[in-house]
């Protein structure tokens, strides 16, 4: 089996930072690309931050210049440090990864519970 758990989520007040973690585990062989989505109350999710195993980054437009992520492939963990947090940044958080258990199996996306993140005024 393959988990991800997500952890460092909590409460912070408006301009603060939190730092989120993520660590995949189980019968993995490879893992392509990670990242982080979001889910607000009465959105879609959508996607935060995603970082491939050759080194690029993605980040949506209302992030950038305030998350970052960063991977440890030895670790088979992915980060995402926030700073400058705002209310409309209030949501749940999840781990993706686009993950092959096997050499001759297909990779396919495996997600975390989720961390929630609530940013107060």
């Known amino acids: 089996q393959v988990q991800l758990v997500e952890s460092g989520g909590g409460l912070v007040q408006a301009g603060g930072s939190l730092r989120l973690s993520c660590a995949a585990s189980?019968?993995?062989?490879?893992?392509?690309?990670m990242g982080w989505y979001r889910q607000a109350p009465g959105k879609q999710r959508e996607l935060v931050a995603t970082?491939?195993?050759?080194?690029?980054?993605n980040y949506a437009d209302s992030v950038k210049g305030r998350f970052t992520i960063s991977r440890d492939n030895a670790k088979k963990t992915v980060d995402l440090q926030m700073n400058s947090l705002q209310p409309e940044d209030t949501a749940v958080y999840y781990c993706?990864?686009?993950?092959?258990?096997?050499?001759?199996?297909?990779?396919?996306?495996?997600w975390g519970k989720g961390t929630l993140v609530t940013v107060s005024s």
């Open positions: 970082f491939t195993s050759t080194g690029s980054t």
């Open positions: 993706g990864a686009n993950i092959k258990r096997s050499p001759s199996t297909y990779a396919r996306d495996y």
């Open positions: 189980g019968s993995i062989f490879s893992i392509n690309a």
